[in-house]
């Protein structure tokens, strides 16, 4: 679910504040990473269908 969060604001400076991705420290430096570290780690969460019982 944050991976799909993290895409859409990216996508979103992208579309509205396209000057941004140019400088020091933009969304595309601090977003890339964390989206891919949360791609790797994906696979080795276990998934509980039912966290409620």
């Known amino acids: 679910m944050n991976i799909i969060a993290l895409v859409g604001l ?3 400076v ?3 504040q396209p000057v941004i991705l140019f400088e020091a420290f ?3 430096t601090t977003n890339l990473p964390l989206i891919v570290l949360s791609a790797l ?3 080795k969460v ?3 269908k039912d ?3």
Do not use: E, G, I, T
């Open 14 to 16: 992208a579309v509205l």
């Open 26 to 28: 933009n969304p595309l």
């Open 51 to 53: 966290n409620f019982s």
């Open 46 to 48: 276990p998934f509980k």
């Open 41 to 43: 780690l994906l696979p």
């Open 10 to 12: 990216l996508l979103a």
